[in-house]
């Protein structure tokens, strides 16, 4: 979708790369085709690892954050406008040339682009495939230092970060896990999708634990986990769950796995963490799991674990406890 607006414009629409210095591409699907943009001077920037992972593997530089100059940015818009809004002010901080913005209409691109009209130059936007491309040149950053955003501390007491999930307040259903887990779970627990460690902070009171292992593909939240997580039992990894693979196995799973993939629900991943947390406990393991009453996760659970039972009485979740977990045979 970025490629055909990208190429509208950069072919009689008036947009042009400096001839030299690095371009940021900030948070691009991992599908997209940048067409067009010098694929020695690009660097990708990303903290979601399995998109970070996509585009290593096709070659690309990549970076978790913008860091030092650059004579271009191009900003692919993601669905919180904050988030938004602090990935664009972070990228007219950091170059020297033209800002170029790209996001779907489902993403609030007309939104942005109405904001960015009040504080700079703006140029007439392409339109196609349901959203717009435009850009900026020689914008003044100070005009956007409002729309500055990372990790920080909330009035709630923890520290968050603009597209964090649950960046406001804690989530319902972590709280409903939270309050079930018991009181023995063993000595090395993992929780897998961590977040910013609501739940690594939970678990951490428990008497017989000795190792947290917090587990997260987003690198800001688990930048906020560390601020928030400050317990010497705790190990942070910056990885796919689905794919973590630790030295020793697990006494204990704890998860609230994610279930969209961009704006579709996607149970396919949360049923790949029930997987996950099978292949990473001990033969006597037990993992503890919260989910929305509507996904469909009791099938996978009962290939992976001989027992599975379900509790709690919230008409929003379920809780699912689980254990045993079935080793495929060779």
């Known amino acids: 979708m970025i490629d055909a607006r990208l190429q509208l414009a950069l072919k009689g629409g008036g947009l042009a790369w400096p001839n030299e210095g690095r371009i940021a591409v900030v948070q691009p699907r991992a599908d997209a085709i940048l067409s067009g ?35 271009a940015a191009l900003v692919c818009l993601p669905r919180a406008k904050s988030e938004a809004r602090a990935l664009i002010a972070s990228a007219m901080s950091r170059t020297d040339g033209p800002i170029v913005v790209d996001g779907q209409k489902t993403d609030g691109v007309d939104s942005i682009l109405k904001d960015l009209r009040k504080r700079a130059g703006v140029s007439n936007p392409i339109s196609k495939a349901h959203g717009k491309l435009f850009w900026t040149a020689n914008p003044e ?26 960046a406001d307040a804690v989530d319902p259903a972590s709280a409903l896990l939270a309050s079930a887990l018991p009181e023995d779970m063993g000595k090395r627990v993992a929780d897998l999708g961590a977040g910013w460690g609501y739940l690594s902070a939970h678990i951490l009171t428990r008497p017989t634990v000795e190792h947290v292992h917090l587990v997260e593909a987003g690198h800001i939240a688990l930048e906020c986990a560390r601020h928030n997580v400050t317990d010497a039992r705790a190990s942070f990894h910056w990885e796919d769950a689905t794919h973590w693979a630790p030295e020793t196995k697990m006494d204990t799973v704890v998860m609230n796995p994610p279930f ?17 947390a099978a292949r990473l406990l001990h033969p006597r393991g037990h993992l503890w799991m919260v989910a929305n009453r509507h996904l469909p996760y009791e099938t996978t659970l009962q290939k992976c674990f001989a027992q599975v039972t379900e509790s709690g009485a919230d008409t929003r979740f379920k809780l699912f406890h689980a254990s045993r977990p079935l080793r495929k045979r060779t």
């Open 37 to 71: 943009v010098p694929i020695d001077r690009i660097e990708i920037i990303e903290g979601f690892r399995p998109t970070y992972d996509a585009w290593t593997a096709r070659g690309y530089r990549c970076s978790v954050q913008l860091e030092g100059r650059y004579s």
């Open 141 to 166: 950053p100070e005009a956007f230092r409002d729309w500055e955003a990372g990790p920080a501390l909330t009035t709630g007491g923890f520290w968050t970060a603009p597209g964090v999930f649950s």
């Open 260 to 276: 969209h993939t961009g704006r579709a629900a996607d149970p396919a991943l949360g049923q790949a963490f029930v997987q996950s």
